[in-house]
């Protein structure tokens, strides 16, 4: 006898372990009979888990937890026990833009510091001039993007909030607008900012591991309701993704893999672009520069997959730092109780890793989830107040 399930996933790269767990016949192993669901929006997505049209969703870590919390929308409770991925994302900026970056850069052009100084700098130019404000594209207002973004921006003292505007535009949509000038830059995941490089249109500046050395990104999400009253199936969806991530951390694997993401109804790209971010080795410019990290884009090596509660924490300091939610300590520990170690541990039958929250900022102190206001009261720029 087999569960069937709906799943709904946004064309990205990072939705890889839930595509793979399917296409390749891991979940139906597992007796889950599975049916994807490629969604545009995320707003959509968390919807259509929230009602219950979707049994299960790839979801950005931060929309998880918002909605746990009732944050920016109906509050309800949910559950991620598996990471699909660590990093993946990139700041990708216009020719326009990376060229007058370069010209006020000090320093090496892949230094998140000399490159937000050289931001605020092209942004006090362009007040000085009467320019526009630039407009910097995200996915989500609860989103890794949107995070990343302001971090980076603040640390060269960039006020995201009032010397650049903020957009939101969903992740298929962002080359186009890129391309159209109606955004100078934007943060997504893979494969959108390749994509932007291969027409001509965009630089990659910063992979978010320049950024972030360790940041969750998407999680498995389901509604914590529904995994109490199903937890086999929540055990079995975690080990049919468990195998899914292994298989396409073999690296003589991911040609398979990237052709099945680049399928039309699954993400819809060449298979090439696909294999590249698997790989950590893209191309940054339209001039053909390549770079490579073993950090782009983290599926399953380094217990990405085990949802680290620490990581959550970090993420609910953002949502106090600009103005998202005040600070409560109530609040924090309901939404590290959003990331379920537990669920995974039992489903995987392995001991549990030390959850280390390491998310290794490249400003600012190190990150403990125990002293969120004296870690953000190091910070001068935020919207958040004691």
């Not at 889950?32 to 950005?60: M, P, Q």
């Not at 989500?140 to 302001?150: E, L, V």
């Not at 950590?280 to 990290?293: A, N, Q, V, Y």
């Not at 399953?300 to 998202?324: I, K, N, S, T």
Request: one cysteine or more; glycine letters at 8%.
């Amino acid at each position: 006898m087999t569960t069937p399930l709906h799943i709904g996933f946004i064309p990205l790269v990072d939705a890889a372990a839930l595509i793979v767990a399917v296409d390749k016949g891991f979940a139906a192993t597992e007796g889950l009979d599975v049916t994807l669901v490629r969604e545009v929006s995320w707003s959509n997505v968390r919807d259509k888990l929230n009602i219950g049209l979707f049994d299960a969703a790839h979801l950005l870590a931060p929309v998880a937890i918002a909605s746990h919390l009732g944050l920016g929308h109906v509050k309800v409770p949910i559950a991620a026990p598996f990471n699909l991925g660590l990093n993946g994302n990139a700041i990708t900026v216009s020719p326009a833009l990376h060229a007058a970056l370069m010209e006020e850069i000090d320093g090496d052009r892949f230094d998140p510091m000399a490159t937000s100084r050289a931001l605020a700098r092209v942004v006090a130019k362009r007040r000085k001039s009467g320019a526009e404000p630039l407009t910097f594209g995200m996915t989500f207002p609860f989103s890794t993007h949107n995070y990343q973004s302001r971090f980076w921006m603040a640390a060269g003292g960039v006020d995201p909030d009032e010397d650049v505007q903020l957009v939101v535009l969903p992740p298929p949509f962002m080359v186009d607008s890129l391309a159209n000038g109606h955004v100078d830059a934007f943060c997504v995941g893979a494969p959108w900012n390749s994509i932007a490089v291969d027409l001509g249109i965009g630089h990659i500046l910063h992979f978010v591991s320049d950024i972030l050395l360790s940041a969750v990104e998407k999680v498995l999400a389901v509604r914590q309701s529904w995994s109490e009253k199903h937890p086999d199936v929540v055990a079995a969806l975690v080990r049919a993704h468990l195998r899914a991530a292994e298989f396409i951390e073999q690296p003589e694997n991911r040609p398979e893999v990237a052709r099945m993401l680049a399928q039309p109804e699954r993400l819809g790209v060449d298979a090439s672009v696909i294999q590249r971010t698997l790989d950590g080795r893209l191309k940054i410019s339209p001039d053909g520069t390549m770079r490579e990290s073993n950090r782009y884009l983290l599926v399953g090596r380094e217990a990405a997959a085990r949802p680290d509660p620490g990581q959550a924490a970090w993420l609910y300091a953002q949502m106090v730092r600009w103005g998202q939610t005040p600070y409560r300590p109530e609040a924090l520990k309901a939404a590290m109780a959003v990331f379920r170690p537990d669920l995974y541990d039992a489903a995987s039958g392995g001991r549990p890793a030390d959850a280390s929250s390491a998310i290794g900022a490249f400003a600012g102190p190190p990150f403990d989830p125990k002293d969120i206001p004296g870690h953000l009261a190091a910070f001068k720029i935020g919207r958040w107040k004691p």
